[in-house]
């Protein structure tokens, strides 16, 4: 199966790395088995939208890979890189949310209008710097049982430590008075960057952080790691997709997405 979707295609950095990736040809499985509960990180991969009546497969598709049973949700990437969602009614109506989200790239960058001249922009290096992650990636705005975001946020930052110690990306911080108040990672394969979990802390938002470290962290990638495009995955109707456009990405595709969880587990 070979996928369209440049989001997809710089997904398999973390599902390689973590877990495994599974062509059967009509559909692809990414597994991590390491961390059961994650949402994306066990899910399928579906070469085109649904089309009407197909849910019932769909779901059989999903559970001859995983047991939805078991872990409380579903979860479809659709390599539909127009935005297409298809017959998504269906899927609705039993419960998924069904969404895309802009896939953006860049291959070179400019200052953002809002420039943070206060803030440092370099690598997270220490241990205290790798703590305050979680307290930066945590959102009140939480749509799962808020008390496992924080052992969630740990786990998956522990992961991405991990991927940067093994020479696969850095992660960059914001950083005012020696505390970190933003943070991003940027994954590499070959001369392809992914940006990854771009956050800004709660406490000092819209004070031009996000762009100020996009754009530093954008320039040192494509000056020092090697890397000559950079992509990006942004929700269509949360302000940072203008943000990294200001910057000089571009939107060039979609990612759909379709989640499915029972509340009774995760809720």
Not at 35 to 42: A, D, L, S, T, V
Not at 89 to 116: I, M
Not at 221 to 235: C, I, Q, R
């Amino acid at each position: 199966m070979e996928l369209k979707s440049h989001a997809l295609q710089t997904d398999q950095i973390f599902g390689r790395f973590f877990g495994e990736v599974f062509d059967r040809g009509t559909h692809m499985a990414v597994k991590t088995p390491s961390r059961p509960n994650y949402f994306w990180g066990n899910y399928v991969v579906m070469p085109e939208p649904p089309v009407d009546g197909c849910l019932a497969n769909w779901l059989a598709i999903y559970n001859s890979e995983f047991d939805s049973r078991k872990q409380g949700f579903i979860t479809f990437a659709i390599d539909s890189p127009d935005g297409k969602l298809g017959a998504a009614k269906e899927f609705q109506d039993f419960g998924f949310r069904c969404y895309t989200n802009k896939v953006l790239v860049a291959s070179s960058v400019n200052a953002p209008p809002k420039f943070n001249t206060s803030a440092i922009i370099r690598e997270i290096r220490h241990d205290s710097e790798w703590e305050q992650l979680v307290d930066v990636h945590y959102s009140d705005e939480w749509y799962l049982n808020p008390d496992a975001q924080i052992p969630f946020l740990k786990d998956k930052l522990k992961d991405l430590r991990k991927m940067c110690e093994a020479g696969l990306g850095k992660r960059f911080g914001a950083f005012l008075d020696d505390k970190v108040v933003a943070d991003l990672g940027i994954y590499t394969s070959g001369e392809i960057g992914r940006f990854n979990e771009v956050a800004t802390h709660r406490s000092y938002r819209r004070q031009g952080l996000c762009g100020t470290l996009v754009y530093r962290s954008a320039q040192y990638a494509l000056e020092s790691m090697g890397v000559k495009n950079l992509v990006m995955e942004a929700d269509e109707s949360y302000h940072a997709a203008a943000i990294y456009e200001s910057i000089g990405f571009k939107p060039s595709q979609r990612l759909v997405g379709f989640e499915w969880f029972d509340p009774a587990i995760h809720g």
